[in-house]
């Protein structure tokens, strides 16, 4: 082993690479660093592609579960326009295959009925948390990040054409 007096010129033997080698002040280290970073910064689009996101999706009530009006229905989610403005673990957090990107649907766990039990599928949606709809929505107003909709019926929940509330 190459001791702090030892001078970097001289062949010393080497752990990682089996044999003896002239050691040159840590060059080695700071080559893999270069490498590893470089890799990171190549295979990130790659890895970014692995995330399969759906441009919209239809949220749907647990069959179980009652609806809390009779005018709402499923909800058409822009969840493509959301991807591009918000990492996936501000909505996600939970993931179910972080090498493939395969998240768990939120009425995999948010499926309780009714609205006052925190694991309820309403709950999942209409919490001042940052990572339900509604939290985070206030939450963008508050900081000036836009005008997200938290209305009812100006957001998710369109009224049924020639219907009231």
């Known amino acids: ?19 003896y080698i002239r050691h040159h002040g840590g060059s ?8 590893g970073l470089l890799t990171l910064v190549l295979l990130s689009p790659a890895l970014a592609a692995a995330y399969d996101v759906p441009k919209e999706i239809e949220i749907k009530r647990p ?3 009652k609806p809390v009006a009779s005018w709402v229905g499923p909800v058409k989610f822009p969840h493509g326009f959301h991807a591009i403005h918000n990492p996936c673990k501000a909505c ?13 649907p ?3 766990c948010h499926n ?4 006052a039990e925190q694991m309820s599928f309403y709950r999942a949606w209409h919490n001042d948390k940052a990572y339900s709809c509604m939290g985070c929505h206030r939450q963008k107003r508050l900081l000036k990040q836009g005008e997200p909709p938290i209305s009812c019926t100006r957001g998710c929940h369109p009224l049924p054409t020639g219907g009231a509330q």
């Not at 080695?28 to 490498?35: E, K, T, Y």
């Not at 996600?92 to 768990?104: A, N, P, T, Y």
């Not at 309780?112 to 609205?115: A, F, L, R």
């Open 1 to 19: 082993m190459r001791s702090h007096r030892t001078p970097l010129t001289e062949k010393t033997p080497c752990l990682y690479h089996g044999r």
């Open 28 to 35: 080695a280290m700071r080559s893999a660093i270069r490498w």
């Open 63 to 65: 069959a179980k579960n």
């Open 92 to 104: 996600h957090h939970e993931e179910s295959d972080k090498s493939l990107g395969s998240f768990l």
């Open 106 to 108: 939120c009425s995999q």
């Open 112 to 115: 309780k009925p009714g609205d």
